[in-house]
């Protein structure tokens, strides 16, 4: 297949685009490699992606008529839109970043993807989007009308608006609810990176909600496994659903909604004890109360996407992060 990855030099892109390369798919990658973080490391990824299979574009979302170029040029079978301004507590400070990459740039790749016929189109959404939402197992079948971050609210909008692509223009959309992803290459305003660089510095690491919190760690390779499985399988138009008692997670559209998460949370400090045993030091740990647009608690229901694509992420936490640090120990040449 000829598969276009926005955020292809992001965390999650960058992984998602080597496996396609490495199944003998051709990749067209798009990224802006912007200084939301460091972008050496964003560099550093790309520069892995050497197959002569893979054509990158460094452009902006934002920029209807070079997306629209890229499309047109290349026309892609299936879509994954990865790229987005990530970040709940930055959407507090920055909230038109916010609304420029994850709205206005999903804008011009719904357009893009609408006029030159794409099969279909795989987006990120968050398990942000369940925001208010106390039921647990988080279901995407659940009602998510009530976000508690501009980010969430982003990502809600996303899924909105595809639904509205779906049923239009019979466009195929897949919304992916990813669940805190970690592991090798990732993001260094996470808790794992910034855990594992403070810990090896001798600095103290913010706990939050006094350590009272529990997440769906899903490690990143099981996300990309997922997509995946997901590009052969198109979104298709659920003939049971009833606009008297609709489901938000499916449609008469062909239109999906799934949860990537590891359908078993952990508490945090049972995560931090795990980064400081594969360290071998003790974190220096500063308790602090739940930051705004924060959930005390994460937890996906699977059993949409187990049943659809005979999959489900499973990588324990031990490994996860193991692998993590080893990567971080070997990228940034750190000898314990």
Do not use: C
């Amino acid at each position: 297949m000829k598969i276009l990855i926005t955020g292809s030099a992001g965390f999650i892109g960058s992984h998602l685009s080597r496996k396609f390369l490495n199944e003998g798919h051709e990749v067209i990658g798009i990224d802006n490699v912007n200084d939301y973080y460091d972008p050496t490391l964003k560099e550093s990824r790309l520069a892995l992606l050497t197959d002569e299979n893979f054509t990158f574009y460094k452009l902006d979302l934002e920029d209807h008529y070079g997306v629209n170029d890229v499309f047109t040029n290349h026309k892609p079978e299936v879509v994954v839109n990865l790229a987005a301004q990530a970040g709940v507590r930055y959407s507090l400070e920055n909230p038109l970043a916010y609304i420029n990459s994850n709205i206005v740039g999903f804008t011009n790749i719904l357009e893009a993807s609408r006029h030159n016929k794409v099969d279909q189109l795989i987006y990120a959404s968050s398990s942000s989007v369940y925001g208010a939402n106390e039921s647990l197992p988080f279901s995407v079948h659940d009602n998510v009308d009530h976000p508690i971050s501009l980010y969430a609210a982003t990502k809600k909008s996303n899924e909105l608006m595809a639904h509205t692509y779906s049923h239009l223009f019979n466009l195929p959309t897949t919304g992916l609810r990813f669940f805190t992803v970690y592991g090798p290459w990732g993001r260094p305003d996470m808790a794992l990176f910034l855990f594992t660089k403070a810990i090896i510095n001798g600095e103290p690491i913010n706990v939050f909600n006094n350590g009272d919190m529990m997440r769906d760690f899903t490690y990143v390779d099981d996300i990309v496994e997922s997509i995946y499985r997901l590009a052969h399988k198109k979104a298709k138009s659920n003939p049971e659903w009833s606009g008297m008692k609709p489901d938000p997670g499916t449609s008469k559209a062909p239109y999906k909604i799934y949860n990537i998460g590891n359908n078993s949370p952990v508490k945090l400090m049972e995560f931090i004890t795990a980064i400081e045993e594969k360290l071998g030091i003790e974190a220096k740990k500063n308790f602090m109360p739940l930051q705004a647009g924060d959930v005390p608690q994460t937890y996906a229901n699977v059993e949409d996407l187990f049943r659809d694509i005979d999959f489900k992420p499973q990588t324990s936490i031990k490994d996860g992060v193991n692998k993590f640090i080893d990567w971080y120990l070997d990228y940034y040449k750190i000898k314990l």
